[in-house]
T-cell receptor, first 115, second 111 residues
Framework: GAGVSQSPSNKVTEKGKDVELRCDPI?????LYWYRQSLGQGLEFLIY????????KSGLPSDRFSAERTGGSVSTLTIQRTQQEDSAVYLC?????????????FGPGTRLTVT | AQSVTQLDSQVPVFEEAPVELRCNYS??????LFWYVQYPNQGLQLLLK??????LVKGINGFEAEFNKSQTSFHLRKPSVHISDTAEYFC?????????FGQGTELSVKP
């Protein structure tokens, strides 16, 4: 079956511009996660959504970062006024539910380059 | 808060040799541990996980890991590696719904 998909696969943007990254989770998965992978920081948790509960935003590095999940399915991660340190691969994952025994399935990522 | 330490950033090894990738986690009452693999230019793929029960966990591609509570370790092993095992390997611990990852170990298998 279809896995987690992300778009675009690559994004180059100028410093100061806003960007939107999209994630389509596996159908039926109620939990959706965003992580960031960068050379200096490794793999960092950003935010996760579980059903209709308030998202856990504890990993968002600044108020320039936000995410929403519409209709319990597709999610968009928005970075406003991008900075060079935002350059990274942004990974999305989904699972049947958050926590417990549920495996997180990862998408291929979006590589963001801020020039 | 949980944390994970992968002791080796790079591990070079010859084909058909055994390998161990080390992972230590911060202590907790109960812990869920994972190993993920990332092949070049691909996303993360689950190799194996420890949730409870037997401390020796077998995963895909011939990998296994042993949960050691007293040592707070979850080292990954494979008795004989292949060129195709060249990848980056991440150890992770679950904290609530999210995963906390180690810094990763780059395994390089040479002919």
């Amino acid at each position: 079956g279809a896995g987690v998909s992300q778009s675009p696969s690559n994004k180059v943007t100028e410093k100061g511009k806003d960007v939107e990254l999209r994630c389509d989770p596996i159908s039926g998965h109620t939990a959706l996660y965003w992580y960031r992978q960068s050379l200096g920081q490794g793999l960092e948790f950003l935010i996760y959504f579980q059903g209709n509960s308030a998202p856990d935003k504890s990993g968002l590095p600044s108020d320039r970062f936000s995410a929403e999940r519409t209709g319990g399915s597709v999610s968009t991660l928005t970075i406003q006024r991008t900075q060079q340190e935002d350059s990274a691969v942004y990974l999305c994952a989904s699972s049947l539910a958050a926590g417990g025994l549920n495996e997180q399935y990862f998408g291929p990522g979006t590589r963001l380059t801020v020039t | 808060a949980q944390s994970v330490t992968q002791l080796d950033s790079q591990v070079p090894v010859f084909e058909e040799a055994p390998v161990e990738l080390r992972c230590n986690y911060s202590s907790s009452v109960s812990v869920y541990l994972f190993w993920y693999v990332q092949y070049p230019n691909q996303g993360l793929q689950l190799l194996l996980k420890y949730l409870s029960g037997s401390t020796l966990v077998k995963g895909i591609n011939g990998f296994e890991a042993e949960f050691n509570k007293s040592q707070t370790s979850f080292h990954l092993r494979k008795p004989s590696v292949h060129i195709s095992d060249t990848a980056e390997y991440f150890c992770a611990v679950r904290q609530g719904g999210k995963l906390i990852f180690g810094q990763g170990t780059e395994l390089s298998v040479k002919p």
